[in-house]
């Protein structure tokens, strides 16, 4: 009995991180789209938007596009800082600029080492807005609402008590066919309720490049990435540790506000992506470190205290069934809730696979944490 209570245990507590981070994500993502924001056309403040851009015209034309269509009450930029000079870029953005005059290109110059050259942009870009919050994305974005704009903003007050608002890029799950595609979705909902989560619970510690703001004066204040510009990442994490807290931070999740990651779920760019998380997190003192992959450990535990006890009280029956039942109860409960998860946060709907990659997602967690500090992974300027 001790063992199936123990199960038992593991399972309410399992149950409680849910309700009060991954419920938390879902609740807030349904609320977020049934509040409209009551914010009067004239209080809306002129925001400039900074674009980094590695040279994919292509991409950067159909942003840029979403961009400059925005329904948005006051004025507003858009400043595309291309790392090195581009022809492609420049021809994309000179005729896009003949209809709006609220476009702008620049360039980082060439030959820059040992400095973040995507930091190097960003500060390039942000010191050149003319407005005082700065939103920042990339062509991997794809902007799929002419409201974006308003939703993001809107968080802004002109008494700048909100310095920071995190949105949110999802991943569309028709892009990816490839192997492994079930788990990549379910690893990608997993991290973003993580940090979603905490987000909203008034402690955040990072955001995402490809939906994020902040006010101009906040960045100077910390004096940009001056602390990690021998980083090669670490813009949206590091930096936004730095200047978010509690009462200076809104999150963004309602449907217009959230944008679509173009190539996001690939495998190279899924492991690179994670990869870098893990290794530019470790600069950050206050993230969550035990619930990340505690919840996998209560499962394990209650799966291995429920099989003892069946063990044990052989050839006992009732035992076993107590402990089957508990069992089924809890992978009930993980349909659920990461159902639901991905179902807010618009990923691939899975059903009978997540019991095991939540189960399982401890030692991929493990894994990846490993191949971040010795794998071949760019980390340093110098690298």
Not at 325 to 333: C, D
Request: hydrophobic share 45%.
């Amino acid at each position: 009995m001790c063992l199936l209570l123990a199960s038992f245990l593991c399972i309410l507590f399992l149950a409680a991180i849910y309700f009060f981070r991954v419920r938390n994500v879902v609740k807030y993502r349904g609320k977020a789209d049934a509040e409209r924001p009551d914010i009067a056309d004239a209080d809306y403040l002129p925001a400039s938007v900074v674009v980094y851009s590695q040279g994919n015209a292509d991409m950067l034309s159909e942003l840029l596009k979403d961009l400059l269509a925005q329904d948005y009450p006051a004025a507003y930029e858009v400043i595309v800082v291309n790392d090195g000079e581009s022809a492609d870029v420049r021809d994309t953005v000179s005729m896009l600029r003949a209809a709006h005059s609220n476009l702008y290109l620049t360039f980082t110059p060439e030959g820059v080492v040992n400095l973040s050259r995507k930091k190097l942009a960003l500060t390039l870009g942000i010191k050149a807005a003319r407005y005082d919050v700065a939103v920042l994305t990339t062509p991997s974005a794809e902007i799929r609402s002419g409201h974006w704009l308003r939703r993001i903003m809107g968080n802004f007050d002109r008494e700048g008590k909100t310095e920071v608002v995190l949105g949110f890029a999802c991943i569309d799950p028709d892009e990816d066919d490839t192997l492994g595609k079930r788990r990549r979705a379910f690893d990608y909902v997993a991290d973003s309720c993580r940090w979603l989560g905490v987000a909203i619970a008034g402690k955040p510690f990072r955001g995402t490049e490809y939906n994020i703001a902040y006010r101009k004066e906040a960045f100077m204040r910390n004096k940009g990435f001056a602390q990690t510009l021998n980083l090669h990442s670490g813009d949206d994490d590091i930096f936004i540790s730095e200047i978010a807290r509690r009462h200076n931070t809104a999150v963004e999740l309602s449907e217009e506000s959230i944008v679509r990651l173009r190539h996001g779920n690939h495998p190279r760019f899924f492991m690179e992506r994670v990869l870098r998380r893990f290794f530019t997190e470790k600069f950050i003192r206050r993230r969550p470190r035990i619930l990340t992959v505690l919840t996998g450990w209560l499962q394990l535990a209650a799966i291995a205290a429920g099989v003892g006890a069946a063990v044990i009280s052989a050839p006992n029956m009732q035992p076993t069934a107590i402990a089957a039942v508990l069992i089924l109860l809890m992978f009930a409960l993980d349909i659920y809730i990461w159902r639901s998860a991905a179902r807010a946060l618009k990923s691939r709907m899975l059903f009978l696979t997540i019991p095991w990659f939540s189960v399982t997602y401890p030692f991929r967690h493990a894994l990846r944490r490993v191949r971040s500090r010795f794998g071949r992974l760019k980390k340093y300027t110098w690298d």
